[in-house]
């Protein structure tokens, strides 16, 4: 008899172990803001919190970093440029990540897969996914040998193809077919935690975005990571409008030199009625799930600032913004408002003459000024065009 009563009161103890542990783990986690996935008890029970799905848009720059937890499990879609892995590997362990499950690189392009190497090195992981696509980049070849020394093999997913990440699911959208363009090689996902999804593009184009729009499935999503950093050249209507996300949002540098993200896709946004949250301004952005709504870390942006093309240019003191370009004759800044010239004074005859001009040389160094402008502001103070070169 004693015996028996021994047996049964195993189970009892077990279920007031787990009990306890609900009761600590609920009192610790309100006070983080349910931002952790889930929790290992000690007796190896995983406890579900309502929010236990959580998606970090990490702040790389220019570049991709996207981090995925549910119930405990990690995906991690691509880690930034190649200064970036330390950082993504240092956000990583402060959720306390030690395993990943899926690393995903979009595409063998610098700022999406140049951190991966650290990352590689850094943590266990079980499935590496990426294009069947190569490239000859120093990054790419980092990547390739990280993953040779700690002698894993990378999947090449398959439209199609589902996998879960605990309760969440995930389907393989693209590519569809191989494309001349890396960008469009970009495996694109759709994540589905109860009633929310999630559609993450990596850098596709137009070119893929259709091919996916025409293979006719579902795109439908709350969240959509914007493809191609806001670039114009991703995002098309027909493509948006399928996916309709409420929020969308967008990983870029601040300052980056292409401009992200541009005009037409914010317009395209705000057009949809999405909100937007963007790196650039705002940071990392993390949005938790509780299957049914979304909590952000952050209000959404309301600049609707588009980036500008080119580098800062400084031009007698003020900063301009532009790209220079090299034509026949003479290097061209371009930017929003005008095209300067660069053109070369003589502060002693005051003439200016075009960086080519055979007179230029002559000119002595004390006298000679190099510079950024219009001739209309050069004769506006008081110079002279060369009668030689006619600038
Ligand atoms: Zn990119
Ligand atoms: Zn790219």
């Known amino acids: 008899m004693k015996e028996h009563r021994k047996i049964r009161l195993i189970p009892f103890f077990i279920l007031l172990i787990l009990g306890f542990g609900f009761i600590f783990t609920k009192q610790t986690k309100s006070n983080q803001k349910g931002l952790s996935p889930s929790i290992e008890t000690t007796v190896g029970t995983k406890i579900s919190e309502n929010n236990s799905f959580t998606m970090h848009f990490i702040d790389v720059g220019q570049g991709d970093a996207t981090l995925i937890g549910c119930d405990g499990e990690w995906m991690l879609i691509d880690a930034g440029d190649n200064t970036k892995g330390t950082t993504v590997q240092l956000y990583l362990k402060k959720q306390n990540v030690s395993k990943l499950k899926y690393v995903i690189g979009t595409h063998p392009d610098a700022d999406h897969i140049g951190g991966l190497d650290v990352i590689i090195t850094k943590f266990d992981c079980e499935n590496i996914f990426m294009p069947d696509k190569a490239s ?5 070849k980092e990547l390739l040998d990280a993953i040779k020394y700690r002698n894993y093999n990378i999947t090449v997913p ?7 990440l605990g309760s969440a699911s995930c389907i393989v959208l693209g590519p569809i077919a191989l494309s001349e363009s890396n960008n469009n090689n970009s495996i694109v996902l759709k994540v589905k935690y109860k009633d929310t999804s999630f559609l993450l593009s990596g850098d596709a184009e137009i070119e893929e975005e259709q091919d996916i729009v025409d293979s006719g499935v ?11 950093h806001g670039s114009k050249t991703s995002s098309v209507h027909n493509w948006l409008n399928k996916i309709s996300p409420k929020s969308v949002v967008i990983s870029c540098g601040s300052e980056n030199v292409y401009g992200h993200p541009h005009r037409e896709s914010l317009d395209a946004f705000k057009e949809i009625g999405a909100d937007v949250y963007r ?15 979304l909590m952000w870390n952050i209000d959404s942006s309301n600049t609707w600032r588009a980036g500008q093309e080119g580098n800062d ?3 007698d003191s003020t900063v301009v913004r532009g790209v220079i370009e090299e034509t026949g004759e003479s290097e061209v800044l371009i930017n ?6 660069k053109y070369i004074l003589n502060n002693n005859s005051l003439k200016f003459h075009y960086p080519d001009c055979k007179s230029v040389p002559k000119i002595k160094d004390k006298n ?5 402008t219009t001739r209309e502001e050069l004769i506006k103070r008081g110079y002279e065009p060369c009668k030689i070169c006619n600038p």
């Open 279 to 293: 790196t650039d301004e705002q940071g990392s952005i993390v949005v938790t799930s509780d299957g049914e709504n």
């Open 336 to 341: 929003n408002d005008s095209n300067l010239t």
């Open 313 to 315: 240019i400084i031009l």
């Open 218 to 228: 579902d795109l439908k999503a709350d969240v959509y990571h914007a493809g191609h």
């Open 158 to 164: 398959q439209v199609g193809n589902t996998f879960s």
């Open 368 to 372: 000679k000024e190099e510079i950024l």
């Open 136 to 140: 000859d980049s120093k990054e790419y």
